[in-house]
């Protein structure tokens, strides 16, 4: 009896924990979409040459980026099936590329960019539930 107690309140502080964490990152989600939104679409500038830069950096940082914004969605979302988070991102991944062609503002469509937006967006999935799943 004082188990099955014990394991009641225990699932009901996860809860209550998984409800704070899914209601701050309903506040986040929109603000970082929209500034990824706008450093994603933004006229293009010439990259100067930095002791960091090497070739592929901005894969790396698609991937990052991504990565970052499917953890924000599934943790704003956390009963989100897989098939419809990977669709809004993988969605948004060519609207954004394809308006880069579209807009002429020195930024150019690029295959590979949607491919590290997807593998962002995977890891920051699976980040999330291993994250949950080890803390809670």
Known sequence: MVQITLNYFLQKSTRRSLDRISKIFSKILPIYWAFLTYMLLKPGEENHEYWFMFNGIDKV????????????????FPKIKFSYFF??????????????EEMGLGRSMETLDV???????IIGYYTYKIF???FF
């Open 115 to 121: 491919v590290a937006d997807a593998i962002g967006c």
């Open 87 to 100: 669709q809004i991102i993988l969605l948004y991944a060519f609207l954004t590329e394809i308006l880069q």
């Open 61 to 76: 940082l698609h991937l990052s980026i991504f990565a970052a914004l499917g953890f924000s969605l599934i943790a704003a």
């Open 132 to 134: 949950i799943k080890r």
